[in-house]
């Protein structure tokens, strides 16, 4: 037993950042997740030691993480909740709900996915259940759980060799740039996901400091066992990505977006098309109306502060490109329904000027930013 949000509290909060999510079948286990949430909505349900509630924590991770508004449940799936599991079954019953989470389609809630030859599916989604996992190593270590630590230990040590593919696949492929542009953050993501868990394990011992030396910094080359297999990625992602994937907080004050799947954020800086969508989705609004242009300005608002906020971030600016393209008479359609400091930063500085640089010039440039830091 343990306390937490209250489960349907949990379900309501999914609900308003991403009700689109829980419209679809609850059937299999690839649908588990969508079930514990709408059983969530319907009833409050007990936190029991037959780990329900785990699941449910677990579900709602994965159905807003990708999402402008994500449930912020990461210290229980990967802290408090394994401070509950018992050596043995009680472990292994927990460790049963988190390995469901391998059937789950993580393209049905997320836009930050690539898809690697040879590797499959890959995405941040990836690095929160490395975190989940290096939790409950934690624990199966502090009980002297031998069989569920075994059982983790093969599984990071899968998860690693995983993500080592993905980069081979990309970074030594030419004409696969703009792929390994995606991959290196996701890598780097999923990586420093994995390493602030095992830095933080309270438990002490050989076994445990030989396991935070083997999961942790991998991809920094001042790490206490750096990996040359990712130490190039993490050095091309610091010179060129990584200022491209923070939360984009301001985006939450665009409520609209959290109306489809098709709004979700990709990963960045390659916006152009999201642009393009939130320029002509339905799902903000019919075309022409005072709705359609009242929301689609308010998304163009928050791409305008998070310019503000972080200048050199790129993403942002393909994001205005994109929606200039597709939408009829560009952004300066919607100009009137923004404040007026933001109508001055549209009209002038880095936002106009990116209105006008197509997006293979743009791919074009970050290529080359790209194979500099490769060399470097």
Known sequence: MFRGIA?????SQVANTAAWALDGPTDGPVHGWRLSLTRALDTSQEHDATWTYLRLLLAAHFATVGTFVPTDVDSHIRHHAWQHARRGETLAAALDAVYAIDAWDVREVSARVVDVPGVGALSGHDGEWMAVRAGALGRALATHDDVATERLVARLDADVERHALALAAVMNARGRELDALRVIPTVAHNLGDLSRIVEEWAVEGPRAASLQKRYARLGHEDGSNPDPRFTVAGRVNKAVTAAENHRFLALRAARPLRSARALL??????FDAWGGVVATSPALGRRGSNESLTNRASVVAALLETHLSAPTQQGVLRALAGFHQAHPGGVDAVEPELPARLRKVLRTGAAREA??????RFEARMVNRYR???AG
């Open 7 to 11: 489960p349907s509290l949990l379900a």
């Open 265 to 270: 954020l990709p990963l960045g800086p390659f």
């Open 355 to 360: 209105l006008g640089v197509p997006v293979e």
């Open 372 to 374: 500099a830091a490769l």
